[in-house]
């Protein structure tokens, strides 16, 4: 079981930065990729970034260039790094981990496991 724990949102100014981070716990030895999504009111859920157990990293074409993510995998914790911020950035930010478990066989277990959730307003 994986469990995460994001932190880091606030209210901050077009052009300011923020750090998110994602913490992990449980059994982090499982997991595949690590991914940041948001929600901006009244909108579907989009793909932010991407971070796989290898370190190759995926971002949305509209975040590419202000945001990085990154990983310290002493402290199984992932971080994304929000530069440039613009109001259309304003959203509910969830962690997602997707869990990967091969077992005798060749037979494969995998789910998702999402933390609460973090709101980050930017006001212009």
């Known amino acids: 079981q994986v469990q995460l724990v994001e932190s880091g949102g606030g209210l901050v100014q077009a052009g300011g930065s923020l750090r998110l981070s994602c913490a992990a716990s449980g059994s982090t030895f499982n997991i595949h990729t690590i991914v940041w999504y948001r929600q901006p009111p009244g909108k579907q859920r989009e793909l932010v970034a991407a971070i796989s157990s290898g370190g190759s990293t995926n971002y949305a074409d509209s975040v590419k260039g202000r945001f990085t993510i990154s990983r310290d995998n002493a402290k199984n914790t992932v971080y994304l790094q929000m530069n440039s911020l613009k109001p259309e950035d304003t959203a509910v930010y969830y962690c997602?981990?997707?869990?990967?478990?091969?077992?005798?066989?060749?037979?494969?277990?995998?789910?998702?496991?999402w933390g609460q959730g973090t709101q980050v307003t930017v006001s212009s």
């Open positions: 997602n981990a997707h869990v990967i478990v091969v077992v005798t066989g060749g037979l494969v277990s995998q789910y998702d496991s």
